[in-house]
T-cell receptor, first 113, second 116 residues
Framework: QKEVEQNSGPLSVPEGAIASLNCTYS??????FFWYRQYSGKSPELIMS????GDKEDGRFTAQLNKASQYVSLLIRDSQPSDSATYLC?????????????FGGGTRVLVKP | GAGVSQSPRYKVAKRGQDVALRCDPI?????LFWYQQALGQGPEFLTY????????KSGLPSDRFFAERPEGSVSTLKIQRTQQEDSAVYLC??????????????FGPGTRLLVL
């Protein structure tokens, strides 16, 4: 079992709809959670960070964290074709030296006009 | 300000050749990380520096991989006797690492290595 798991997709959503991405992690003591967006051939770009249970909103993006269930999700509202990318969930685990990130395999999102 | 830069952006090596990949972190960033990303996968941790000290090299796949950051800024990842399985994108990231707000890692554009 991988330490951070995501559905690989592709997740196909029509333009204007809500895209919902999920991520589960194995280390119950993890404290810091991140969503990165990666366009094909480009490097990961931070979208959201979340540290406390509940929701955190930033523009069209909402991150949700549930530490008891060990999952973190990302909602993209009013999806646009420019949101088509791979979304990487990353976790800093309690056991990690420094702040190294453990990534999931990514979920590919395809927004269709 | 300038972001993380990496060079070269692309490298083609013959199997058995040595390669050196360079990373220039954001100025003032204490922490520097190297990740390896295979096609269609998420990045995998290789090694971590805090200033010039290499505090974690648990992700380096073999003793052919070596990284250094002698003056606490620029870092070099060296791969000796490259093999085809080393073909991947090598990502460098840096962070302030002073507190939780400084945990955010900023990634460079990566070096795409192809070993023939």
């Amino acid at each position: 079992q991988k330490e951070v798991e995501q559905n690989s997709g592709p997740l196909s959503v029509p333009e204007g709809a809500i895209a919902s991405l999920n991520c589960t992690y194995s280390d119950r003591g993890s404290q810091s959670f991140f969503w990165y967006r990666q366009y094909s051939g480009k490097s990961p770009e931070l979208i959201m960070s979340i540290y406390s249970n509940g929701d955190k909103e930033d523009g069209r993006f909402t991150a949700q964290l549930n530490k008891a269930s060990q999952y973190v999700s990302l909602l993209i509202r009013d999806s646009q074709p420019s949101d088509s990318a791979t979304y990487l969930c990353a976790v800093i685990m309690i056991k990690a030296a420094g702040n190294k990130l453990t990534f999931g395999g990514g979920t590919r999102v395809l927004v269709k006009p | 300000g300038a972001g993380v830069s990496q060079s070269p952006r692309y490298k083609v090596a013959k199997r058995g050749q040595d390669v050196a990949l360079r990373c220039d972190p954001i100025s003032g960033h204490v922490s520097l990380f190297w990740y390896q990303q295979a096609l269609g996968q998420g990045p995998e941790f290789l090694t971590y520096f805090q200033n010039e000290a290499q505090l974690d090299k648990s992700g380096l796949p073999s003793d052919r991989f070596f990284a250094e950051r002698p003056e606490g800024s620029v870092s070099t990842l060296k791969i000796q006797r490259t093999q085809q399985e080393d073909s991947a994108v090598y990502l460098c990231a840096s962070s302030l690492a002073l507190d939780r707000a400084g945990e955010t890692q900023y990634f460079g554009p990566g070096t795409r290595l192809l070993v023939l």
